[in-house]
């Protein structure tokens, strides 16, 4: 197993967990204000979330894709994936700092 799943792995740790504030916050805030654009965050959450649910279940428990995920994509295109998981763990902390200040 190489480095760049473990960053893609822990990548998306911290986007669910990012997620998860974010979701209830929006959730609360919708009950509270009934607006369409509360819930279209709430709505922006919940994709991403089981989006990033969806990459740590094949990266980690899926019987067959963590197997090949872990010993047969090559370096380059872990590194193109883990960019990516990387950037949006930048743009979801954001938001959660810009959600929460």
Partial sequence: MSIWIDVAIAATGVNLVLLAVLGFIWGRNYRQLRSRQTLGM??????????????????????????????????????AMVLFHVLETVAIGFLTWVTLD
């Avoid at 959450?45 to 089981?50: D, G, K, N, Q």
């Fill in 42 to 79: 709430l709505i922006f959450a919940a994709l991403l979330f089981v989006e990033n649910a969806f990459a740590l279940y094949v990266y980690t428990l899926d019987p067959v894709l963590s197997v090949w995920f872990s010993t047969q994509v090559p370096n380059p295109a872990w590194q």
